[in-house]
């Protein structure tokens, strides 16, 4: 991933090359196999069958069985990131960039997944996403589900603070859109028959949700007050 395209990369044009942006085609190889993995991981949270599963659990567990390698690649292929870290708070990624002194640690969060994978794959979100972040940062916030201003926050984070921040807070880690089961649904049906137009739909369907949800979160940003007392827009 990210790590072998930044060794690539500073072999070339001189130090400051892996600063450049990534071509958009690296971007969405990188968000298939992050995807890919979370898809994994869903799997085997949804097959433990557990009594106090979420509906997207409880209600697709059939869908989550019949998954096997080459749907999930096929689920994958969307053009953003299938799972969220708290992208949208700004506070977490204040507070993940500061030097902490005197700083409250955002409140602990219920771990959406107790299966063994998952802090693996909370490292591999939060890191890459990094990249992406200081890469890609025009196109990050419908790759992550990220506004603007988060990004800019996670940005200036160190890569010693995010892997910091995978190892204390891979409990971040959840399923995009975990309430809204219909949208999954489609998804994990259209990956597991196949057909192409059904899954490219499928897989487009979040571009215009994310989109919205951007949008209404950059109004709500620009209408909070700063420090110095006027708004932020």
Avoid at 93 to 118: K, L, M
Avoid at 176 to 201: F, H, P, S, Y
Avoid at 205 to 216: F, I, Y
Wanted: hydrophobic share 40%.
């Amino acid at each position: 991933m990210w790590q072998r395209n930044e060794i690539e990369q500073s072999t070339q044009d001189g130090p400051n090359n892996w600063e450049q942006p990534w071509p958009c085609t690296e971007t969405l190889k990188t968000l298939a196999e992050l995807n890919e993995q979370c898809l994994e991981l869903l799997s085997e949270q949804a097959l433990l069958r557990a009594a106090s599963a979420p509906p997207l659990f409880r209600d697709l567990v059939e869908l989550w069985s019949q998954l096997d390698a080459a749907s999930r690649r096929r689920a994958a292929a969307c053009p953003y990131l299938l799972t969220d870290a708290g992208f949208a708070d700004p506070y977490r990624w204040r507070w993940v960039g500061a030097n902490r002194i005197g700083d409250r640690e955002p409140a602990p969060y219920a771990s959406f997944f107790t299966v063994p994978g998952a802090t693996n794959v909370a490292h591999q979100v939060f890191t890459n996403a990094w990249y992406i972040v200081r890469t890609q940062p025009i196109g990050a916030p419908l790759y992550l589900g990220m506004p603007a201003y988060c990004v800019n926050l996670l940005r200036t984070c160190t890569m010693r603070q995010v892997t910091e921040l995978a190892n204390q807070h891979a409990g971040w880690l959840r399923p995009r859109w975990a309430g809204r089961v219909k949208i999954w649904r489609q998804l994990l049906e259209a990956a597991i028959c196949g057909e192409g137009l059904t899954l490219q739909m499928a897989r487009q369907h979040g571009v215009p949700l994310l989109a919205t949800e951007l949008k209404a979160l950059d109004q709500v940003n620009a209408k909070e007050p700063r420090a110095d007392g006027r708004n932020t827009k």
